[in-house]
């Protein structure tokens, strides 16, 4: 009598990822089928990323050079990428523009004031300032973690002993 090829309620998928040797693979669930944006059609995806497309081909050549910059950042960023260096400039030329662009800021944020709405996702910051909140915000967070971390050797102080 020969035995089973593979073992009863294995599939040939899961089959396949233990033969293959690699760990990752054997430990992986079996990867389902992308449905998209909540099961949509297929079609209607792709008519939605086609028309995308065109858009975008259509409005990035019309953009100065200033606004593609600063899309690709965004685009960038969005990814999870990070961005290049800038250009070297004097420090007296850095404050000046930093002033000026700081009082461009207030500006903007008392027109949103006045008009009860924002017209900017990031509070009318620069590309830099941006960048700069997000490396805050995230060392933030890991400061927060690791103090709550150091915490739990304080045993007696309010925490708790897991079967002790």
Known sequence: EKPPARPPGMSAAEKRRF??????EIRSKPQKAKGGYGGKDP??????????????????????????????????????????????????????????????????????KLLGYS???????????????L???KEAEKDKKRRREDRLYDIGLGAREKKG
């Not at 960023?77 to 002033?99: E, F, H, I, M």
């Open 119 to 133: 017209t900017s996702m990031n509070m009318h910051r620069s590309t830099g300032a941006v960048n700069k909140a």
């Open 43 to 112: 079609e209607e995806e792709r008519e939605f990323k086609k028309t995308l497309r065109e858009v975008l081909d259509f409005v990035t050549p019309q953009l100065g050079k200033h606004e593609k910059r600063q899309y690709e950042t965004a685009k960038l960023r969005a990814l999870g990428g990070t961005l290049d260096k800038g250009l070297k400039t004097p420090y007296s030329v850095l404050q000046r523009n930093a002033r000026r662009q700081e009082a461009q800021r207030q500006e903007k944020l008392q027109e949103d």
């Open 19 to 24: 033969m293959s040797g690699k760990v990752s």
């Open 135 to 137: 490396r805050q915000k």
